[in-house]
């Protein structure tokens, strides 16, 4: 079987960290790369063999098994469009827009075309995952608590929320995605922002955000999202059940039951790296564990999106349950 051939489109750094992993694959070629900045594809596609391209026409020419969009929140959209058209199989990272309506329109798109897609929410393939989810199997959630503290990332576009979509939508949608494998769906959301931008030059995002959460099976939560510090202070989750607290982050589990306390240890590395050992495997035929296809990553927009509107409007925002968690019939209605 000849190597999986994959074209880029984005130079930035995600990208750069998908080619430094899908190189360390003895079974794919990186064939072309292409950014709205030239010499960022050139050097790119120089460091690891394959060839700058002017844009997305020029990639897809190149007879590709896979392409990789790793394109800004507001970028997202044309590319997609392009890869679909031409029917070749997609990984997006995450998040899949800035807005709903764009992501919406892609994913109806993916259907309609039946076109394996995987999205990157690498935090689904931690090694604690599963363990976290046998251990609720059995019990009851009843409150979760996320967070995500950090500081302002170094690229322009991330202070502004038509560029970004905000901290909660760029930064906590991993947070949100985990919420809902390990607390299930979120039916109602009541959010605020403090108005107040973070002191960056052209920013309008709230500095920090907290959101109340209601979910379908009657657990309650909170999320609480923040750039104003120096550092990334902590990025997880805590989920009480009965008899049981938890607490995962990329680094690991922390459980405390009736058996007493203990630390599992995770690799965050290991689940970038394995995300996209997933998606080669699945286009190459040989593999099916692609965790988020691009319908369930939906579900995480709707409710990311669904917590910035609240906080934006300062309304409560109710998501109509899905049936199953990639389902395509989550709407969302904002209360006056």
């Not at 075309?113 to 604690?128: D, E, F, I, N, Q």
């Not at 990332?153 to 995605?177: I, K």
């Not at 409560?316 to 199953?324: S, Y």
Request: charged content about 25%.
């Amino acid at each position: 079987m000849r190597n999986c051939r994959v074209g880029l489109v984005g130079a930035g750094g995600v990208a750069q960290r998908h080619a430094r992993v899908l190189a360390g694959f003895d079974d794919v070629e990186l064939v072309g790369v292409t950014d709205v900045a030239p010499e960022a594809a050139s050097a790119l596609a120089a460091q690891h063999g394959g060839r700058a391209c002017a844009d997305v026409a020029e990639l897809l020419a190149t007879e590709l098994d896979a392409v990789y969009v790793c394109v800004p929140p507001f970028a997202h959209g044309p590319a997609e469009e392009a890869v679909i058209e031409a029917g070749v199989p997609m990984f997006v990272e995450k998040p899949v827009a800035v807005d709903l309506s764009t992501a919406e329109r892609i994913a109806d798109l993916v259907a309609r075309r039946g076109l394996r897609t995987a999205v990157g929410h690498h935090w689904r393939y931690l090694s604690v995952l599963d363990q976290a989810r046998d251990l609720l199997a059995d019990r009851q959630v009843r409150m979760v608590s996320g967070a995500w503290l950090d500081k302002v990332p170094p690229v322009a576009w991330w202070s502004r929320r038509d560029r970004s979509g905000g901290p909660v939508v760029e930064q906590a949608a991993h947070v949100l995605d985990l919420i809902r494998v390990l607390a299930g769906e979120v039916t109602e959301v009541t959010a605020y922002g403090n108005g107040t931008p973070p002191p960056v030059d052209g920013a309008d995002i709230d500095s920090v955000t907290t959101a109340a959460l209601r979910f379908a099976d009657g657990a309650v939560g909170t999320l609480s999202a923040a750039c104003v510090l120096g550092w990334k202070h902590r990025a997880g989750l805590e989920i009480l059940a009965d008899g049981l607290a938890l607490a995962i982050t990329e680094d690991g589990l922390s459980i405390r039951d009736a058996d007493g306390e203990r630390h599992l240890p995770a690799d965050p590395e290991a689940a970038r790296v394995a995300v996209d050992r997933a998606f080669v495997d699945a286009v190459r035929g040989i593999g099916d564990d692609v965790r988020v296809p691009y319908a369930e990553a939906l579900a995480t927009q709707r409710l990311a999106l669904a917590v910035a509107d609240s906080a934006r409007t300062g309304t409560t925002v109710r998501l109509a349950a899905a049936t199953t968690p990639a389902a395509l019939t989550t709407g969302v209605t904002v209360d006056a």
